[in-house]
């Protein structure tokens, strides 16, 4: 782990739906380039955790925070301008727009310090290739796996500072997997910090630096290592 000062802070992290609880006291850290992952069951809370960093659902904590900045009274735009990219689980491209015309959509400058590369339209078609060769097909004439680079390169093309990928293995081939593993590696590789939620721990395993089990809403610590 880094020892830099954490980028993203989270302690006493509690989330409901409605009346209904779902997450219980959760404390973690992400340091600046550093890739954690969040692995657990469907309904252990590892989605809901990425939509209340984000906002999207009713929260309360004793510090959450970004590059410093707390979080709880923000609405969602206000945070993603902070520097937060979001990719969720269903992946909510425009399927009436091409390739292009998502990721324009997205496009934010890169921000003062940022210390890496912008990430352009040539550099998300460079990291993924398949992109570039149906710039302007629609959203809703690709494949699973095809929405699921688009909405991973929507979000880059923010440039954002930490990145939150919910299940980007989920519902997509196994090359897919393989290639959004080389493509999470090379993102890792230029100091872009990522909290990721998997149920496929073994995509994570050589991916991140901490591995994390959540269960029933509450952080039971490091995940086991995959079998060899």
Known sequence: MSTLAPLLEMEGLDAWYGEAKILFGLSLQVAPGEAVALVGRN???KSTTL???????????????????????????????LGIGYVPEDRRIFTELTV????????RPPRPGAGRAAWTL???????????DMRERRG???????QQML?????????????????????VAPIVVEQMGRALARLKATGLSLLICEEN?????????????IEQGELRGPAPAPPP
Do not use: Y
């Open 201 to 213: 721990s073994d995509l994570c395993a050589g991916l991140c630096d901490r591995v994390l089990r």
């Open 100 to 107: 292009r015309e998502n990721l324009d959509l997205g496009r």
């Open 51 to 81: 939509k209340a960093i984000i906002g999207l659902v009713r929260r309360r904590a004793r510090r959450l925070s970004f590059g410093g900045t707390d979080l709880i009274p923000l609405p969602t735009h206000a945070i993603a301008r």
């Open 140 to 146: 809703g004439q690709m494949s699973g796996g095809e």
């Open 151 to 171: 909405a991973v390169a929507r979000a880059l093309i923010g440039n954002p500072a930490l990145l939150l990928l919910d299940e980007p293995s989920e519902g």
């Open 43 to 45: 309904g252990a809370g």
């Open 122 to 132: 040539e550099a998300v078609f460079e990291l993924f290739p398949q992109l570039g």
